[in-house]
T-cell receptor, first 111, second 115 residues
Framework: DQQVKQNSPSLSVQEGRISILNCDYT??????FLWYKKYPAEGPTFLIS?????DKNEDGRFTVFLNKSAKHLSLHIVPSQPGDSAVYFC??????????FGTGTSLTVIP | NAGVMQNPRHLVRRRGQEARLRCSPM?????VYWYRQLPEEGLKFMVY????????ESGMPKERFSAEFPKEGPSILRIQQVVRGDSAAYFC?????????????FGPGTRLTVT
């Protein structure tokens, strides 16, 4: 039962353009959402988070948008850089106990 | 300022042997989470522990798997009588005591191969 879904396994974007990674969830009780970035042979690294009381959170080139009615969140990276090439996971939790992860989207930024 | 440490990084076991995976959380962190990543899949939650307590083990297989986080020392994920299907990357994450909800910091993972 996959409560957090990332339906695009891969995405390719030209350097300098916007990358949009999408994530859908089914559990309306989720109240905290996170994005992680993962390089091969390393653990995931926290990128950005958003709580359910907000609809947008921005940190530098990274912005996360939350649409609670659609149970959808997205991560925007602009401008995209080659170093952003990695696998991106979204995760969600209820009260910060158990975190549910999506299956990841592999982003390739083409120089 | 050491991050989350996991050892070993790679572990090879024959079917039927035991695997012990260790996780040392970041300094000041008292919450530990274990995840498993099977090939071509995302991270699956296994267990959430605080010092000397299992808070949520709903993601742990019912048999052969156990976890502990003693008062002193690292957290241990133990897999008895390993089978080929246990081959995966096992990640540990830690977080500080909850105030506002905080993010988890991941270790580099232990890649278990069962031959």
């Amino acid at each position: 039962d996959q409560q957090v879904k990332q339906n695009s396994p891969s995405l390719s974007v030209q350097e300098g353009r916007i990358s949009i990674l999408n994530c859908d969830y089914t559990n309306s009780m989720f109240d905290y959402f996170l994005w992680y970035k993962k390089y091969p042979a390393e653990g995931p690294t926290f990128l950005i988070s958003i709580s359910s009381i907000k609809d947008k959170n921005e940190d530098g080139r990274f912005t996360v948008f939350l649409n609670k009615s659609a149970k959808h969140l997205s991560l925007h990276i602009v401008p995209s850089q080659p170093g952003d090439s990695a696998v991106y996971f979204c995760a969600a939790s209820v009260n910060g106990n158990q975190f549910y992860f999506g299956t990841g989207t592999s982003l390739t930024v083409i120089p | 300022n050491a991050g989350v440490m996991q050892n070993p990084r790679h572990l090879v076991r024959r079917r039927g042997q035991e695997a012990r995976l260790r996780c040392s959380p970041m300094k000041g962190h008292s919450h530990v989470y274990w995840y498993r990543q099977l090939p071509e899949e995302g991270l699956k939650f296994m267990v959430y522990l605080q010092k000397e307590n299992i808070i949520d083990e709903s993601g742990m297989p019912k048999e052969r798997f156990s976890a502990e986080f003693p008062k002193e020392g690292p957290s241990i994920l133990r897999i008895q009588q390993v089978v080929r299907g246990d081959s995966a990357a096992y990640f540990c994450a830690s977080s500080p005591p909850m105030g506002p909800i905080s993010e988890q910091y991941f270790g580099p993972g232990t890649r278990l191969t069962v031959t």
